[in-house]
């Protein structure tokens, strides 16, 4: 038999019975197996032997040594963390003490009678081994990637409302100023213009600056919130007003805050949002009639849900339709160690759940394990 592994392997093999030692390099030399097999026969020559793991590819060890059991070694090298194929290689030990190795991790188990079993049992426990450290890295690999992702969100969030501040600072300081002098300079006109003709064109250029006005503050809330600065439930209140005056849909605002310190702002930001990027794909997609917003600071979790009576949809409508926005509303919760639930079904309206830890450890712990 032509082992698929990589040769030549480095065997420890924890025997005290060298003739049955020889036995095993016999069997695996019959099958062609170029192997180094370093026979040790007491704990402290075991771990002596994996004093450096990374040289050895797989333990053999019988069940009955002098003075202690091949199991002792195996729970020895679980403390250590030593992460290597554990076949028992010993006579009868009965199917119980089989089984209960096996449910400890043990690799294999071969009869000593039938050793011609091991290089083939030997084969199985490597590439299995082989196996579950590949997969073990790639879900490592993918957690770091994950992690990176989370990271790269979060600057990119951050960078994003830091634009947005500056842009509606802009705005409030130069448009906002413009127009401002433009509609007292309309004003000033006003007053001293006799001709109807020419007073009406005044008239009109100031509606349409007070049009303007209004445009570039409402441009400068969706920006940077000011509002935010009074609070979640303050900011909250004034969009779902705002919202429902705009649009015409019935919006109530229920619950509320218990705790009286403040929340931190990126919790503040990332539940905001939520609520604002909702309204609007309720606006676009769900023909409701009727939102419901929640709030509330339960058991150390502030927790939003913004359900609505539209139409809802299925699993494939909401990855064509929805999939980015949610996805975004997805990765900044988790920048806040928080989570996004979608509860919907065709005809039967959505729920939006977003749910974050209020206390800076347990976020912390929430980041670093997605």
């Known amino acids: 038999m032509e082992p698929a592994i990589n040769l030549p392997l480095r065997l420890v093999h924890l025997e005290d019975n060298p003739v049955d030692h020889g036995l095993v390099v016999r069997a695996l030399r019959r099958a062609d197996w170029d192997a180094e097999i370093m026979l040790v026969d007491t704990m402290e020559g075991f771990r002596r032997a994996l004093g450096d793991p990374a040289g050895v590819q797989a333990v053999l060890a019988d069940y009955h040594l002098a003075g202690f ?66 997969e073990a890295e790639a879900a490592r690999a993918l957690a770091e990637s994950r992690q990176r992702l989370l990271e790269l969100t979060e600057h990119l969030q951050t960078s994003i409302d830091r634009e947005r501040a500056d842009i509606a600072r802009e705005i409030h300081d130069d448009i906002g100023g413009a127009l401002a002098a433009v509609k007292l300079d309309l004003a000033w006109l006003q007053r001293r213009l006799t001709d109807a003709q020419a007073l009406a064109h005044v008239a009109a250029a100031m509606a349409m600056t007070e049009q303007a006005l209004g445009a570039s503050q409402r441009i400068m809330r969706n920006l940077r919130p000011a509002v935010l600065d009074q609070g979640l439930m303050p900011a909250l209140q004034w969009l779902t007003r705002t919202f429902a005056e705009r649009t015409g849909l019935e919006v109530t605002l229920q619950g509320g805050l218990r705790r009286t310190a403040a929340l931190p702002p990126r919790v503040e930001m990332t539940a905001y949002r939520t609520v604002q990027e909702a309204l609007t794909n309720v606006l676009k997609h769900a023909q409701a009639r009727r939102v419901r917003v929640e709030v509330s600071d339960l058991e150390d979790h502030l927790t939003l849900e913004i359900a609505d009576d539209g ?60």
């Open 69 to 134: 059991s091949g199991m002792e070694a195996w729970d020895w090298m679980r403390q250590q963390g030593i992460d290597l194929p554990f076949i028992l290689v010993s006579g009868a030990i009965g199917e119980a003490t089989v089984a209960d190795a096996m449910v400890r991790g043990v690799s294999d188990y071969v009869d000593k009678q039938q050793l011609a079993r091991l290089p083939r049992v030997l084969q199985r426990a490597l590439e299995l081994h082989a196996t579950r450290r590949r």
């Open 311 to 370: 139409q809802g949809a299925s699993a494939e409508a909401l990855r064509k339709e929805r999939s980015f926005g949610l996805l975004g509303l997805r990765e900044r919760a988790q920048s806040v160690g928080g989570w996004l639930d979608v509860v919907t079904a065709p005809g039967q309206g959505m729920t939006l759940i977003l749910s974050i830890p209020l206390s800076e450890a347990a976020r912390a712990a929430a980041v670093e394990e997605d």
